[in-house]
């Protein structure tokens, strides 16, 4: 089963580098690369120590299915308030 992740637009979104996001969660970079890219399913440990460090649920973070695109979400949210 595919796990979809958000952990590219957590970091963009407050300027976090790949290594930064490691040191702090106590893995190598190449491990968030992985993650981001799909080609590792992190563990539940992993997991909830990505999401403390965002200070989200880790829900919010990843998901069996894909998340919808931002761009398609702000139009929603723009028709949504017309």
């Known amino acids: 089963m595919e796990i979809y992740n958000r952990i590219s637009v957590f970091r963009a979104e407050r300027n976090i580098s790949r290594k930064e996001l490691a040191e702090a969660v106590g893995v190598n970079n190449q491990t968030i690369g992985y993650l981001e890219r799909?080609?590792?399913?992190?563990?539940?440990?992993?997991?909830?120590?990505?999401?403390?460090?965002?200070?989200?649920?880790?829900?919010?973070l990843f998901?069996?299915?894909?998340?919808?695109s931002i761009s398609n979400s702000l139009k929603q949210q723009v028709k949504n308030e017309n």
């Open 63 to 68: 998901s069996f299915l894909p998340f919808p």
């Open 38 to 60: 799909g080609d590792y399913k992190p563990s539940l440990e992993l997991a909830m120590k990505i999401a403390q460090y965002f200070d989200v649920s880790i829900d919010m």
